[in-house]
C-alpha cells in the first residue's frame, strides 16, 4: 500500500470555479501522495475536470489553495504547471492534428541546435525511444498525427506527458477511446509510472475504469466532493453510490444499493 | 488471380478493394513518397508547366517562352510573391489580413514623402545612403502597423477579418491624406534600382554567378540533412532519388539562369553605354532577387524555428497549442508584424518600380496576395500551407494575367479566368485532400 505518512505531492483546498453563475466546483479539497493513484469519479457535469483543470493550469481557480510538496503555489497557465512537474492527459488528447508525432510530444519545448534551430532528428531519436517503452508497435514518426488511430494518438499523448519527467500526472479518461488491449497497455503503464513514484490522478465517469488501478476514490457530485474513500475499504456498488446518491458507505443502506442496478 | 492476390496482400487493412490499374498509381505514390517528394508540390510545378506550355502554343508568335516575356513576369510576381509569403502564416493561424494593399500605399506614401521631401534637406540630393533610410522607414512602419492590428487580434480578440478590414479602410485614406491624393515622384536614384527595370539588375555574370551559388546550396542542404539522419541512424532517402533531385534542382536553376541572361539590353540603351551592337544581359532583376531571398529566409523561419512550429501548431488545434504553453498571443502578433515588414519591403520595391508614390498604390492587391497563397496550397482551414507553395501560386496567376495579356484578352475576362483558376485550385486540392486521407 502506498505510504502516506510524509508530505503529500499535490493538494487542492477549498477550490471554487464558477462559470457565470454555475458553481462548476465547489470547495473541493482533495490530495495526492508520491506513488499513488487517486481515482477522481463522477457523473457527467459533477466537476471532475473543472477540477483537475486548476491543476493543469487549463483553468485558473476562482478561490482555494494549491500546494505542491507543501507549498502554496500559483498556477495560472498551463506552463506554470509544467515547471512544477504537473503533466496533463487531457480527455481530447489537445494533439496538433497537423503536425507529426515528434513534433506533437516536443510541442511547446521543442529541442534545438545551438543555433537555436529546430532538432528534429534529436526530437524524432528521443520519441523512438520514447515509444519503445511506451508501445513497441508504433512507427509512424513522420505522419501528421490526423492519420494515426485512436490508440496511436493516445500514444503521443501519453509520451508527451512522461518524457519531461513528471512528478505528477493527471489523465482525463485515459481509456475512452481505447479498445480491450490499448486499455489494459494504459493500465500497464499507470502501474509502472507509480511504481517509479509518480503521482497519478485518475479521471473517469466510470468506476470501473478506475477501481483496479487506483489506491484510493475520490467522488464528486454536482460540483462537491461527496468523499474520498481507500479503495480495499469499499465495493464497486459502494463507490457507485457515492457517484449516484452522493452517499458515503456509512450511510448508504442494502435498499438504496439494490435500486443502483 | 495471382495478380489480385498480391494487391490484396498489399492493401492495407481497411482500404477498399483497388480497381485494376490502382496498382500502378500506388507504387508511384510509394515512389515519392519514399523520394521523399512533396507530391502537391509537384502538382503546381505540373500546372505551371502545363500553362506556359499552353500559352506559347496559343501566343501569336509564340512570344511567351522567350527571355524577355519570362523576364518581366518574374519582376511582375515579385511584389505579390514577396507579400504571400507573410500571409500563409497568417491563413496559416485560422487569420487574414485584409489590409495589405492599402498598408502598401501608407507606407509607399511615406517611404516616398521621407526620400523626395525630407532626405534632401537633412543630408542632401541623391546622398548613397537615401535609399538605406527610406527602405528602414518603409520596414518600420510596416512592421508598426502590422503590430499594431496584430496586437488587436490577439490580445482584444477583435476577429482579424474586422481588424484588417478597418485597416483596409484606414490606411488608404491615411495614404491619400499625407499627401492629398497628388503623386509623389521620381524616386532616388538609388532606391530605383529596387524595382528592377533596365538599371536595377545584377547583369549576366552575377546572375551566373548566383545561379552556381544556389547549386552549391541544394547540394549542401542534402549533405546536411544525411549527416544530421547518420548521426542516430534514421532511414535516408534513397542515392537515386538524392542525385535525382540535385540534377533536376540544379539543372532547373541553370537553365532558368541562362533563359533569362538571353534577354539583353535595348540596342539603343547598349549603344548610350558605349558598347553598341553587342549583346548585355540584362540578368536578374532586384525584385526578383529579393523575392527569392525573402522565400528562403521565410522558408527557414517557417520550418526550422519555434516560432513557425508555433504557427503551424496554434493553426492545427488552438487550444492544444495554448495547453502545451505556447504563447499563442504573442506568436499571432509576431505573424502580423512579419506580414506588416514584408508590405513595407514590398511597397519599397513597387515605388521605386512605378519611381512614384501614389495613394491608389496596391488597389486590389490583398487580393492577389491571398490568392497566391490560397492557390498555392494554403487552407483556410488552418495549419496547412508552405511558403514555396506560395511563391508557386503568385507566379502561376502572373503568368496568367501575363500570357491572356500576350494575347490580347480584356481585363475583365482576365478578371473571370483567374477567378475560376482560383476556385478550381482550391477545388482540387480538397478532392485530392479528401482522397488521400481516406
Known amino acids: ?145 490526423a492519420s494515426l488511430s485512436g490508440g496511436q494518438r493516445q500514444s503521443v499523448a501519453i509520451a508527451r506527458a512522461v518524457h519531461f519527467n513528471a512528478r505528477i500526472l493527471i489523465m482525463d479518461e485515459p481509456t475512452a477511446a481505447l479498445g480491450p488491449a490499448e486499455t489494459r497497455q494504459v493500465g500497464d503503464l499507470i502501474k509502472q509510472l507509480r511504481e ?55 450511510e448508504v443502506t442494502q435498499k438504496d444499493l439494490a435500486e443502483l442496478h | 488471380m495471382a495478380e489480385t492476390k498480391v494487391s490484396a496482400a498489399e492493401r492495407e487493412p481497411e482500404a477498399q478493394p483497388a480497381p485494376p490499374g490502382e496498382r500502378g498509381k500506388r507504387s508511384l505514390r510509394e515512389l515519392f513518397r519514399s523520394a521523399e517528394v512533396d507530391t502537391r508540390l509537384l502538382g503546381m510545378l505540373a500546372a505551371l508547366a502545363i500553362i506556359w506550355i499552353l500559352f506559347q502554343i496559343i501566343t501569336p508568335n509564340h512570344t511567351f517562352l522567350t527571355p524577355r516575356n519570362m523576364w518581366n513576369l518574374s519582376v511582375q510576381t515579385a511584389v505579390v510573391a514577396i507579400m504571400a509569403t507573410g500571409m500563409v502564416l497568417i491563413i496559416v493561424t485560422r487569420n487574414i489580413d485584409l489590409s495589405v494593399g492599402a498598408v502598401m500605399a501608407a507606407v509607399g506614401m511615406a517611404m516616398a514623402i521621407v526620400q523626395h521631401d525630407w532626405l534632401p534637406e537633412w543630408i542632401g540630393l541623391d546622398h548613397p545612403l537615401t535609399w538605406v533610410i527610406t ?53 532616388d536614384t538609388l532606391f530605383r534600382k529596387l524595382g528592377g527595370g533596365s538599371t536595377g539588375t545584377v547583369g549576366g555574370t552575377w546572375s551566373w554567378i548566383l545561379g552556381i551559388a ?65 549583346n548585355i544581359s540584362l540578368g536578374l532583376a532586384y525584385p526578383v532577387l529579393i523575392a527569392i531571398g525573402v522565400g528562403i529566409v521565410m522558408t527557414f523561419i517557417a520550418t526550422r524555428r519555434r516560432f513557425g512550429r508555433s504557427v503551424y501548431a496554434i493553426g492545427g488545434n488552438p487550444e492544444a497549442a495554448e495547453l502545451a504553453g505556447i504563447k499563442t498571443r504573442r506568436t499571432i502578433v509576431r505573424t502580423f508584424t512579419l506580414m506588416g515588414l514584408l508590405v513595407g519591403l514590398a511597397a519599397a520595391v513597387q515605388i521605386a518600380r512605378l519611381n512614384a508614390a501614389v495613394s491608389s498604390l496596391g488597389t486590389g492587391m490583398e487580393l492577389n496576395v491571398i490568392a497566391a497563397a490560397v492557390i498555392g496550397g494554403t487552407s483556410f482551414a488552418g495549419g496547412v500551407g508552405t511558403i514555396v507553395g506560395a511563391l508557386l501560386g503568385a507566379l502561376i496567376m502572373q503568368s496568367l494575367v501575363s500570357g491572356m495579356v500576350l494575347l490580347g484578352i480584356e481585363a475583365p475576362l482576365q478578371d473571370i479566368v483567374v477567378g475560376i483558376v482560383l476556385v478550381l485550385a482550391v477545388t482540387l486540392d480538397t478532392i485530392f485532400r479528401r482522397r488521400a486521407a481516406r
Not at chain 2, 149 to 165: C, D, E, K, M, R
Not at chain 2, 223 to 243: D, I, L, T
Not at chain 2, 254 to 277: M, S
Open chain 1, 196 to 250: 517509479e513514484g509518480l503521482g497519478i490522478f485518475l479521471i473517469s465517469h466510470d468506476i470501473h475504469d478506475v477501481y483496479d488501478l487506483s489506491d484510493r476514490i475520490s467522488v464528486m457530485l454536482q460540483g462537491k466532493l461527496v468523499g474520498t474513500v481507500n479503495k480495499t475499504d469499499v465495493t464497486t456498488d459502494e463507490v457507485l453510490a457515492m457517484i449516484i446518491l452522493g452517499k458515503l458507505p456509512g
Open chain 2, 214 to 278: 544556389a547549386c552549391a546550396g541544394i547540394v549542401m542542404l542534402q549533405f546536411s540533412k544525411r549527416r544530421q539522419r547518420n548521426r542516430y541512424g534514421f532511414r535516408q532517402r534513397p542515392m537515386w532519388a538524392e542525385v535525382t533531385i540535385a540534377v533536376i534542382g540544379c539543372g532547373a536553376v541553370l537553365l532558368l539562369v541562362g533563359f533569362l541572361n538571353r534577354y539583353y539590353l535595348p540596342p539603343a540603351l547598349a549603344a548610350q553605354a558605349g558598347k553598341a551592337g553587342q
Open chain 1, 1 to 145: 500500500m502506498t505510504d502516506r505518512s510524509g508530505r503529500p505531492l499535490a493538494e487542492l483546498r477549498d477550490i471554487r470555479v464558477a462559470f457565470g453563475g454555475v458553481h462548476a466546483v465547489q470547495d473541493v479539497t482533495v490530495d495526492l501522495y508520491p506513488g499513488e493513484v487517486v481515482g477522481l469519479v463522477g457523473g457527467n457535469g459533477a466537476g471532475k475536470t473543472t477540477l483537475i483543470r486548476t491543476l493543469s493550469g487549463a483553468h485558473p481557480a476562482d478561490s482555494g489553495q494549491i500546494l505542491i510538496d507543501g507549498e502554496p503555489v500559483t498556477i495560472s497557465h498551463p506552463r506554470d504547471a509544467k515547471a512544477l512537474g504537473v503533466e496533463t492527459i487531457y480527455q481530447n488528447l489537445a494533439l496538433a492534428d497537423n503536425i507529426d508525432a515528434p513534433g506533437n510530444v516536443f510541442l511547446g519545448r521543442e529541442l534545438t541546435t545551438r543555433f537555436g534551430n529546430l532538432d528534429d532528428s534529436a526530437m524524432e531519436d528521443a520519441t523512438r525511444k520514447l515509444m519503445g517503452r511506451l508501445n513497441p508497435k508504433f512507427q509512424n514518426f513522420v505522419v501528421p498525427v
Open chain 2, 135 to 187: 527602405v528602414a522607414v518603409g520596414l518600420v512602419l510596416g512592421a508598426a502597423i502590422g503590430a499594431f492590428q496584430g496586437t488587436i487580434v490577439a490580445y482584444v480578440g477583435v476577429p482579424s477579418f474586422i481588424v484588417t478590414l478597418g485597416g483596409f479602410l484606414v490606411w488608404r485614406g491615411v495614404a491619400w491624406w499625407m499627401a492629398s491624393g497628388q503623386t509623389i515622384a521620381p524616386m
